[in-house]
């Protein structure tokens, strides 16, 4: 084969080059890396209009492939044209920034292909979307995006960036016209310099979904995609997923509503001189403790429900002051504990609570499970959204949900390590003096990185994975869960740690994170899942929360003014925090951006349906967003993931029919899709409010955003509803009720 050696050559002479093949022509600027694409048929695209201009050397080309330099070697790049993929690599020979790529608004075509969460479609000159992205600021290609490729749609093909190496990476929009410019950079750092920047532009079909699925088979060619169907083989607790619908657990505290059979006998206990009661009293909150000086028998409904939440919560202070002040946490000390004090509990209390500790317990209790059973739900995922500690405290009733059929898990975090002094409410945060010290991601700068809400700091995966391994494994020994959820795990936030002697790269982050994930998952055999799923920290995890409704808002007054109608709640009252129970209308633009089935696309889904399994954020259940529930509920029916739920004592008679009604449809079509690839989405209606998804099977979901009936193809569709066409020709259909 021919090749050009260009050493000799000005550093400015023959820096264009076309690569092509009969797909299509590539027109590279080899000193700015623009990029003019032309596609068999179709019209051109300045797919990247270059970046400032850099001295060019040592061509070598090939009809298919160049290789160069730029500025005497600094960067060594390479482009080569392989079908309907251009793949790039930049190598770096010193740490160092480096802008490469800026996406004009023209490229933007007819609209930008994005995975903010599960994935949406922004038309091209549309403002809300505009303002909205622009105020994004940097965003990082692994936490920020879902999946690390973004694309424009030009009608007739599509034109898909894929971040190969996802890492360091971050991407700027721009206002280009009443268009969205895209610019990208890289930084090599000095922990792995020698590690290349590889990305490619792929030419795609006239499908919304032609770079996810690109992606998904280059995860596959690559080795890197994990199938569902295998992982049930690795832990077979995970076959409960199929079909079931997740639900969070509150008001987990070692004594329920129904557990006190005489107050006034309780409060002569409580009052008494008794050493446990003497410290129990100390540990009440104010209002618990106004309500034990000041009550009488009989007490008002109100009254007992202060001093039962007030003395839970001194109950669950005296358990956690055995362990969380030591410098090393002793995980047997820790499991052992909350069962030790529930004995002196019933020996104080003995008269006043039911007679069998066993059988005491709110929400987090075998009457509940029993009830579950009763209402016809057989398949469940029930984590406890306040921690492991419900477990420790009642262990009997997580044996009777797992004998009962159902996947029980605690909520848990090694993510962020607190100090002594912080929030002792947050138990799974408190990982040791040792943990917070000496396991905290170090910056570049030497500073600590702080951690969730800049409290405590933010942790080395490899540092505290001995104790995650120590504390899951007491902990599930003594209450007894089949499953587990890690926190923060597989958002796709990653660090790089410059910790003296103990450097870690984001790629090695990611890999430590997966690894624990597989830990959990092969070794316990516990199904595991963790916060949201983003792409690059997929691997090791079955289930994710947060991709079908992402957590937003931050820095919103809907999560700071009280007295604003969109405020979502905070954490109080601990057995039914209103920032989960709480119904809210939410507010533009995030009602439009978030959830308006015309620029919503099952990007995540044309990757990862068949190997993880995906709902909402906890913060925004099926039944959260008074406003958009129809829209939400039909969006999670549409892709083929499970709803979510919150359940506390006092809201489970209200909630158990939309549950069941839910499971009802949801069930059977779960168990027989979830293994299944997601392969096809089409609008069937001009205003997009008639949506299809097909999967692997032949199954085709037909939903009707619209309130309205509508006619398609001959057939009549119920507002609100969606229809599931099944291979063989049966049809099943549902509506979304009015009212919860």
Known sequence: MLLIDALAVSPWAAAKTVLENPLWRVELDLATLAIRAVPAQEPAVQASAGVAAHAVSAIRETSHRVDWQWDDGAWILSAELDQGDLWMSIKARAPGELDFLKQPGSAMGKGLIWPLAEGHYVPAGDALWQEFLLRQGGIDTTQDLSLPLWGVDHGGFTLTWLMANPYNNHLAFSADGNRLGVAASHEFTSLDPASPLTFGLSLGKADTLAGAKRYRQWLIDNGRYEPLSGKLIETPEAAKLLGASHIYLWGNGLLGPGDVRDWPRLLEQLRSKHPLATELRGLLDTEARATLDSATPPLAANQQELLLRGLNGALNSKARQSWQTRAEPDVQLLARGYGEIRRQVAELFDGALAADPGQWGGMLSLATFKRLQAANLPRLWLGLGDGWEGGLWHPEAVRGGVAAGYLVAPYDSYETALAPTDDPDWATGHLGQNAYRNCAIVRKNGELESGFQNTGHYTDPRCIRPLLEARIKAVQAKAGFNSWFLDVAATGMLFDSYRAG???????????????????????????????????????????????????????????????????????????????????????????????P??????????????????????????????????????????????????????????????????????PLHERLATEALTGFRWLSEDRQVQQTVFSDGTRLVANFDSKAREVDGRTLAGNSITAFLAGGKTTAFRIDAEP
């Open 502 to 596: 103990n450097t870690m790269t984001q790629a090695q982050n990611a890999a430590e994170n997966a690894a624990a994930g597989r830990w959990v998952n092969q070794v316990l055999e516990l199904p595991m899942g963790s916060e949201d799923g983003n792409a690059v920290t997929a691997q090791g995890i079955i289930f994710a929360h947060g991709m079908q409704t992402p957590v937003f808002g931050w820095e919103d007054d809907l999560r700071k003014n009280r007295e604003s109608p969109h405020y979502l709640g905070n954490w109080y009252p601990p057995e039914q925090p209103g920032l989960f129970f709480k119904a809210v209308p939410i507010r533009q633009p995030y009602r439009t951006i978030h959830f308006s």
């Open 598 to 667: 015309a620029t919503r696309l099952p990007l995540y889904q044309a990757v990862f349906h068949g190997s993880v399994i995906t709902t909402h954020h906890w913060q925004f259940d099926n039944l959260k967003l008074s406003n958009v529930r129809a829209q939400n509920e039909l969006m999670q029916l549409l892709y083929n993931v499970p709803p979510l739920y919150h359940l506390s004592t006092a809201t489970l008679k209200q909630r158990l029919p939309a549950i069941q009604r839910q499971d009802a449809f949801f069930r």
